[in-house]
């Protein structure tokens, strides 16, 4: 409780914090929304619903090279408030084509607003970890996977709520309005110059490819100079495969096997009762995070996630589902705070956002690669079962990975010696 209260003091932080709490407010109604619409009018298409989750996934790849520098080399607290304003902006362009009803410009300013929003997440991880100290990152893991659950838990329900009410254009500028308040709340904050540009300023043209491409070979051969870092790097690659099957299985399981009539009812329930499970999980994980060690919360996590995942394909009576479902919630927080409190601790602050900008891109690529097969295969050659298979067998691999690689390097740390091995 005290280390809570000393992070609640840091006005820096609590800004921060209720800057991603707005922009993810307002991200989730858009996407729930925006995937009710897809799904309304495109009943006996469902590849459109997995196209769009494509288009948010997919922009990573065209960026990847350059949004890890950016956050290493520019002002981190400007990225991150340019990165807002423009995807505010690209959100108003957004509901103007789907005013127009041009399918193609939909999807393509989804796209272009998903690879502007890429920049943030690189730019803001490497602020909230130079304005926290290590004692803190596994309590900021947890107030942040808290907020997550807490969004999984009324997020669809909200979206759901405003896609009834004020239909996808209210959705959409409730989504924009979101990313301002983001924007200002960042720009009010007051972080030492160090941390911002940790290796010093720089101007954009000074950022040619050629140093681009230095900066960005540092980053690779820093993550291969540090033995955990690459076993953890690696795993992402799987991670990717299991958002980028969730973020749209539990929605075709209800649609075209549990729910066929009532699917959208069903959904929010399942969001809730999710969301329920991660908020259960996020407590119980925080109260046993000092009595376990972090390898043993993420191996552990990521085994019973997956067996779960299998399971769950087979199902044939909703509340069985739910129930499977609600003990997948409740033990993935063990993942992302184990995950989100190790790695602040073992990657230096001068290169945090280039470290970021691999694993993201690496997670997006699996992400994408699953969407896409996705959207190709079902429903015409694969049933729904053998996808929740498939995700969940790879998921259980990367646990069994974890569990015998990880606990090697439980205590291992990165230094100063290895930035200097990259240069």
Known sequence: M???????RNKNYVRLFLA?????????????AFMFYLLKRFTNQPYYATLAELMYSLPMLAVFLVVGVLAD??????IAVNCDWISALLSLCLLIFIWVDSIPLIFAFLFIRSAA???FFPAESALIQGILSK??????AGLNQMIGSLFMLFGATLGAVVYWHFGITGAILIDAVSFIVSALLIRSCKIQKEVRLPNGAHQFKQLKFKLVMHDFKQGFLYILRNRLLIWLVSGFFMFGILNGGFSVLPMFILKYKLAP???EQYMVWTSIIFGSGVLLGTLIASLISAKLKLHQMIAAGVLVAGIGI?????VNHLYVFLIIDFAIALVLPFINIGIGGWLPCIVDPQMMG?????INPLMMLSQSLTLGFIAVSFPSFISIEVLFLLVGICTVIVGIYYTIVLPRYADYDTSSKAIQESL
């Open 73 to 78: 080399r520019m002002d981190r607290q400007k």
């Open 310 to 314: 299998c399971i769950l394909g087979f």
């Open 354 to 358: 280039r470290v970021q900008g691999l």
């Open 117 to 119: 929003s890429k920049f």
């Open 2 to 8: 005290t280390g809570l209260k000393q992070i609640l």
């Open 20 to 32: 991603t709490f707005a922009s993810q407010l307002g991200g989730i109604i858009g996407v729930t």
């Open 135 to 140: 004692d803190d990152y596994t309590i900021a």
């Open 261 to 263: 009539d009532n699917y």
